[in-house]
C-alpha cells in the first residue's frame, strides 16, 4: 500500500507564490510517476501537472504553463509544485496522485494511489 500526504497549501493573495510537497510512502514503491490534479468549488477534478520518475519528462496544464513547476526527488520520495503569479482561478483543493510505471501521464485514470489534498485559496 502506498500513502500520500500533502501540505503547503493555504491563502495567498493574488500575484503570490506557494510551494506544495507531496511525501510518498509504503513498502511497495518503487519506479513511479507523480501528478498534480485540482477541484475548485463546484468543478471537477483537472489536471494541474505531472512528471516522469527520472523527472525528465513534464507536463501541464495550459492554464498554468510558465507560472508552475513541477519537480521530485526520489530520495526524498517527495514531489513538489512550485505555483508563482497564483490567480483566484487557481484555488481549489490540490491532490497528490501516484501511478506505478515510469511514465507521467495527464489524465486521471492512469493513477493508482491518490492523496486528500491540501486547499489553495487565492484573494484577489
Known amino acids: 500500500q502506498v500513502q500520500l500526504v500533502e501540505s503547503g497549501g493555504g491563502l495567498v493573495q493574488a500575484g503570490g507564490s506557494l510551494r506544495l510537497s507531496c511525501a510518498a510512502s509504503g513498502s511497495s514503491l518503487s519506479t513511479y510517476a507523480m501528478g498534480w490534479f485540482r477541484q475548485g468549488p463546484g468543478q471537477a477534478r483537472e489536471f494541474v501537472a505531472t512528471?516522469?520518475?527520472?523527472?525528465?519528462?513534464?507536463y501541464y496544464a495550459d492554464s498554468v504553463k510558465g507560472r508552475f513547476t513541477i519537480s521530485r526527488d526520489n530520495v526524498k520520495n517527495t514531489m513538489y509544485l512550485q505555483m508563482n503569479s497564483l490567480k483566484p482561478e487557481d484555488a481549489g483543493n490540490y491532490y497528490c496522485?501516484?501511478?506505478?510505471?515510469?511514465?507521467?501521464?495527464?489524465?486521471?485514470?492512469?493513477?493508482?494511489?491518490w492523496g486528500q489534498g491540501t486547499q489553495v485559496t487565492v484573494s484577489s
Open positions: 512528471i516522469s520518475w527520472g523527472g525528465g519528462t513534464t
Open positions: 496522485a501516484l501511478r506505478r510505471g515510469p511514465w507521467a501521464e495527464t489524465t486521471a485514470e492512469q493513477y493508482d494511489y
